[in-house]
């Protein structure tokens, strides 16, 4: 049994910063991939990003440079920074997690209820 649970979306200016968080929870169950998949209006789910049980991280093409993805092997615990914020982030943004490494392709098992993150002046 997983559950993930997100937290830190919200409304933020443009060029402004934001960190989400999801805590998993897992009962006999190791997860190797975590990660974060966004869903704007009208759009397709993409990926955000991805890091492996071993730090090895993944960014998709238009975060590249702005977002930065942590993990705490302790706590279960991923996060994502979001930094110089733009108004094409606005999405609600879903932690996404996986025992091998699914979450890297966008296809991990386990998925967060999502948070909102509206990025607008």
């Known amino acids: 049994q997983v559950t993930l649970m997100e937290s830190g979306g919200g409304l933020v200016r443009p060029g402004g910063s934001l960190t989400l968080s999801c805590v998993a929870s897992?009962?006999?169950?190791?997860?190797?991939?975590m990660g974060w998949l966004r869903q704007g209006p009208g759009d397709q789910r993409e990926l955000v990003a991805a890091i492996s049980k071993g730090g090895v991280t993944h960014y998709g093409d238009p975060v590249k440079g702005r977002f930065t993805i942590s993990r705490d092997y302790l706590k279960n615990t991923v996060y994502l920074r979001m930094d110089n914020l733009k108004p094409e982030d606005t999405a609600v943004y879903f932690c996404n997690a996986d025992k091998e490494m699914g979450t890297f392709y966008g296809l991990g098992q386990y998925w967060g209820q999502g948070t909102q993150v509206t990025v607008s002046s």
């Open positions: 897992t009962t006999g169950i190791e997860l190797n991939a």
